[in-house]
Every structure is written in structure tokens, then in C-alpha cells.
Nanobody, 122 residues
Framework: QVQLVESGGGLVQAGGSLRLSCAAS????????VAWFRQAPGKERDIVAR???????YYTDSVLGRFTISRDNAKNTVYLQMNSLKPEDTAVYYC????????????????WGQGTQVTVSS
């Protein structure tokens, strides 16, 4: 079992920044993909960024150049630095981990955090 706990969400004005954290505990694996998803009201849960504990990153086009996913292996923590935030970034952000065959699909991930709300005001 792997437990994921997100933190760092909040309310910020457009153009501002937030850093989300995802602390993992339990039977974490160096082969796991760790991803950030987000879900706005009435919309699908979409991938934002992902990384492996062993390296490599991916970003969805809408956040490329604004968001950075990083990890601290010693702390078993993955971060999502979000800069130049826009109102359309408003959503509940979730951390997920697992061995998905299709890393873009939320249903392929085994472990999930509880989510953290990010609200960007215009």
C-alpha cells in the first residue's frame, strides 16, 4: 500500500504562484509514475504533469512553461510548482501513483491522495 497526502493549495490571484506537495509513504517503488491530475466542477479529471521516481517528466500543453514537477527522493515527496496561474487553472488537484499502461488515464492509477483545492481569481 502507498499513502499519498497533498498540501499547498489555496486561493491566489491570476499571475500568482503556488507550490503543491505530495508526500508518499508506504511501499513506494522507484518504478512508479507519480502524476498530478486536476478536476474542475463538471469536468473530467485530466492529467497535468507526471514524473517517475527514477526521472523523466511530462506536462500537458496548457501548463507547459508555467508548471514544474519535481521530486525529493529522500523525502518521498513530489512537488508541483505552479507559476503564472490563470483562472482556468482553478480545480481540485490530485496526486496519483502507480504503474499505468496509459499514463494519461486517471483510471490507470492505483493510489490517490485526497485532493487539494486551487482557486485562481481574476
Amino acid at each position: 500500500q502507498v499513502q499519498l497526502v497533498e498540501s499547498g493549495g489555496g486561493l491566489v490571484q491570476a499571475g500568482g504562484s503556488l507550490r503543491l506537495s505530495c508526500a508518499a509513504s508506504g511501499r513506494t517503488s522507484g518504478t512508479y509514475i507519480v502524476a498530478w491530475f486536476r478536476q474542475a466542477p463538471g469536468k473530467e479529471r485530466d492529467i497535468v504533469a507526471r514524473t517517475r521516481w527514477s526521472g523523466g517528466t511530462y506536462y500537458t500543453d496548457s501548463v507547459l512553461g508555467r508548471f514544474t514537477i519535481s521530486r525529493d527522493n529522500a523525502k518521498n515527496t513530489v512537488y508541483l510548482q505552479m507559476n503564472s496561474l490563470k483562472p482556468e487553472d482553478t480545480a481540485v488537484y490530485y496526486c496519483a501513483a502507480g504503474l499505468p499502461r496509459n499514463p494519461a488515464m486517471s483510471r490507470e492509477y492505483t493510489y490517490w491522495g485526497q485532493g487539494t483545492q486551487v482557486t485562481v481569481s481574476s
